[in-house]
């Protein structure tokens, strides 16, 4: 347990004099926490000092699972914006005219020779696609 009473005179809040002390331990050294004149009411003083200790530790908890849910509750909300942002980028591509020519001329879509010649149609223009050279 963090707390130990000692027998000792000491001064009540009120101002009268106790008996006993009540201290914390904190590693090797010993916080005063309070007085009281009944030794029996010690023990009970040290129990009720435990107990404020741990009613400030479940408050303690409380704020820090807030905080936690208020920052995933932020992480989801981001989530959520860049799902939203990355639908409307998926919108099709607009298709170019080497495109159109290939597709027309290849009845398997999408094949090696059609990739192929896409890119060839690409590389010299849509407009020169196609057309045999002249010597």
């Known amino acids: 347990m963090p707390f130990t009473t000692r027998k000792r005179k000491c001064k009540l809040k009120s101002g009268e004099s106790g008996t006993h002390i009540i201290y914390k331990k904190k590693g090797k050294k010993l916080t005063r926490v309070g007085c009281t004149s009944d030794p029996k009411g010690a023990i009970k003083a040290r129990y009720a000092a435990e107990k404020g200790m741990i009613k400030e530790k479940d408050k303690l908890m409380e704020a820090i699972k807030m905080m936690v849910r208020e920052e995933l509750d932020a992480l989801e909300e981001k ?33 090696a020779y059609a990739s192929g010649a896409l890119v060839k149609c690409r590389k010299v223009g849509a407009a020169n696609w196609g057309k045999s050279k002249k010597k």
């Open 79 to 111: 989530k959520r914006k860049r799902k939203r942002k990355k639908k409307k980028k998926k919108k099709a591509a607009k298709k170019d005219a080497c495109y159109y020519k290939v597709k027309a001329r290849y009845s398997v879509w999408p094949s």
